[in-house]
């Protein structure tokens, strides 16, 4: 399982995986800038996770479930 983040109008700066409880659960994935980028998830457990991404100019959170 792999999560892809697009982004064609803004570079994302930064993206950060967050449990549920709001601890980390990867370390910052990226600090430079990148448009397309794959995170590998196959060794997360099951939860609910957020996946942080931010650009220069805004910050999107969205919820990833994860079943096995």
Do not use: C, H, M, W
Request: charged fraction near 20%; charge should be negative.
């Amino acid at each position: 399982f792999a999560v892809q983040v697009t982004n064609s109008r803004y570079p994302a700066s930064g993206i950060e995986i967050y449990n549920v409880f709001g601890e980390k659960a990867t370390p910052n994935i990226i600090t430079g800038e990148a448009k397309n980028l794959t995170i590998d998830l196959n060794d997360a457990p099951s939860g609910v996770y957020f996946i942080k991404v931010q650009s220069e100019d805004e910050i999107v959170v969205d919820k990833i479930i994860i079943q096995r």
